[in-house]
């Protein structure tokens, strides 16, 4: 699709894409910005799939809605796929996740300990609901890895690289990655994706960014 189609402020455009007829409806001409490229309120974005509403944003998108939009106009069936988040300044982080759409919300702990703690070699730990699910010694040399774990009964592979942690201190970014497989696929996530199957659920996956520098 040509990008330069949504170079104006405000606008509509329909296309077609994989059977399916897309509109999407913008208006950014009295956005407000902060320090980044997203803006805070005065727009809206709304994204119109096969006549459902699959993604409204933005403060004024309700009442554009309201105004330009068919009456009963039905919203489409979503599942949150992808999300990721970034921390810096420390070496613990915390955040929350659901791991389908079914589930409930997890908090998810992940902690460096060290020298700090009275201890030679770093440990890497990773909670869930308070829970202890991976331990890893010596992570300077275990900088990257992977294990499984359950939650809501369903596989999770957790996925972890911290080398920028110890040997990049200028970038000094770790990465750790959760996302959910079929529980009657004993292949790790990475495999299955050179697999052509049909899948039965929506995976879910989970990417954090974490680094030590603020």
Same mark, same amino acid.
């Given at each position: 699709?040509?990008?330069?189609?949504?170079?104006?402020?405000?606008?509509?455009?329909?296309?077609?894409?994989? =059977?399916?007829?897309?509109?999407?409806?913008?208006?950014?001409? !009295?956005? $407000? +910005?902060? !320090?980044?490229?997203?803006?805070?309120? %005065?727009? +809206?974005?709304?994204?119109?799939?096969?006549?459902?509403?699959?993604?409204?944003?933005?403060?004024? *998108?309700?009442? &554009?809605?309201? /105004?330009?939009? /068919?009456?009963?106009?039905?919203? *489409?069936?979503?599942?949150?796929?992808?999300? !990721?988040?970034? +921390?810096?300044? $420390? !070496?613990?982080?915390?955040?929350?996740?659901?791991?389908?759409?079914?589930?409930?919300?997890?908090?998810?702990?992940?902690? #460096?300990? %060290?020298?700090?703690?009275?201890?030679?070699?770093?440990?890497?730990?990773?909670?869930? =609901?308070?829970?202890?699910?991976?331990?890893? /010694?010596?992570?300077?040399?275990? &900088?990257?890895?992977?294990?499984?774990?359950?939650?809501?009964?369903?596989?999770?592979?957790? @996925?972890? =690289?911290?080398?920028?942690?110890?040997? $990049?201190?200028?970038?000094?970014?770790?990465?750790?990655?959760?996302?959910?497989?079929?529980? @009657?696929?004993?292949? @790790?996530?990475?495999?299955?994706?050179?697999?052509?199957?049909?899948?039965?659920?929506?995976?879910?996956?989970?990417?954090?960014?974490? #680094?030590? $520098?603020?």
């Amino acid at each position: 699709m040509n990008s330069r189609l949504f170079r104006k402020k405000k606008g509509n455009k329909a296309f077609d894409f994989d =059977d399916s007829k897309i509109e999407v409806f913008w208006d950014l001409s !009295t956005a $407000n +910005y902060r !320090t980044g490229p997203e803006p805070v309120d %005065g727009f +809206y974005l709304l994204i119109i799939v096969d006549s459902e509403l699959g993604l409204s944003l933005g403060d004024m *998108a309700e009442e &554009f809605a309201a /105004k330009k939009l /068919k009456s009963g106009t039905p919203n *489409a069936k979503l599942s949150l796929i992808s999300r !990721t988040e970034h +921390y810096s300044g $420390n !070496t613990l982080y915390s955040t929350n996740a659901r791991f389908s759409d079914t589930g409930v919300s997890h908090e998810i702990l992940i902690r #460096c300990s %060290g020298e700090e703690e009275g201890l030679r070699n770093p440990v890497l730990s990773v909670f869930v =609901d308070k829970k202890k699910v991976i331990r890893v /010694k010596r992570l300077q040399w275990n &900088f990257r890895g992977n294990q499984t774990i359950f939650v809501d009964g369903l596989l999770v592979d957790l @996925l972890w =690289d911290v080398h920028d942690w110890f040997f $990049n201190p200028a970038s000094g970014i770790a990465v750790f990655m959760f996302r959910t497989r079929s529980g @009657l696929d004993s292949r @790790l996530w990475l495999e299955e994706k050179l697999v052509k199957k049909e899948q039965d659920s929506v995976e879910f996956s989970l990417l954090i960014y974490a #680094c030590k $520098n603020p």
